[in-house]
């Protein structure tokens, strides 16, 4: 309970990411920089603190992985993976699994090369119980020939409804 009222009220943005999730997507990416990291929570040699702004760094031909913090920015982060993956970056992402943000249909849709949904929830650093959240995981290759068209078309019922092409 007390990690979904700190994530609710947003006491804190940043949580550590299980470190065996992280080692299994660390066996098959070879991370080498963590550009959302605190001191204490860092989970590559390389990694940039809230103080040195990953946003601002340059992340070209680097494998990364990003767990960003939570409340409010992810978007900026998401738009950063994908224009980073342009520049030979490699990017792997752990976000929340909210696809009614606008951000999922600007640069995670279209231009994500994998999107692989997690089942169950993330139990966050020490926590004791799990986030009140489901998670995903993104990977943004840099890859065009994987880009995602997308569009909406009216249903029977007269609902607008998102698809893929």
């Known amino acids: 309970m007390a990690l979904q009222e700190a994530m609710v009220s947003s006491k804190s943005n940043e949580w550590e990411t299980p470190q065996g999730l992280f080692d299994e997507l660390d066996r098959e990416f070879h991370f080498t920089l963590d550009p959302c990291a605190t001191d204490q929570n860092a989970k590559c040699v390389k990694f940039y603190t809230k103080h040195d702004n990953g946003l601002k760094q340059s992340w070209a031909n680097e494998r990364i992985f990003m767990n960003p913090p ?3 920015h992810t978007g900026k982060w998401i ?10 970056a490699i990017v792997v992402c752990l976000i929340v699994s909210a696809t009614d943000r606008s951000y999922w249909h600007d640069y995670i849709f279209p231009f994500a090369s994998e999107i692989r949904w ?11 119980s799990t986030a009140p959240f489901a998670s995903a995981i993104l990977v943004f290759n840099g890859d065009k020939s994987q880009y995602q068209k997308q569009g909406y078309r009216k249903t029977k019922q007269g609902k607008w409804q998102y698809i893929l092409v």
């Not at 950063?80 to 030979?88: T, V």
């Open 70 to 72: 939570y409340g409010g």
């Open 79 to 88: 738009e950063k993976a994908w224009y980073e993956s342009g520049n030979g």
């Open 118 to 128: 997690l089942r169950g929830r993330v139990t966050f650093g020490d926590a004791k």
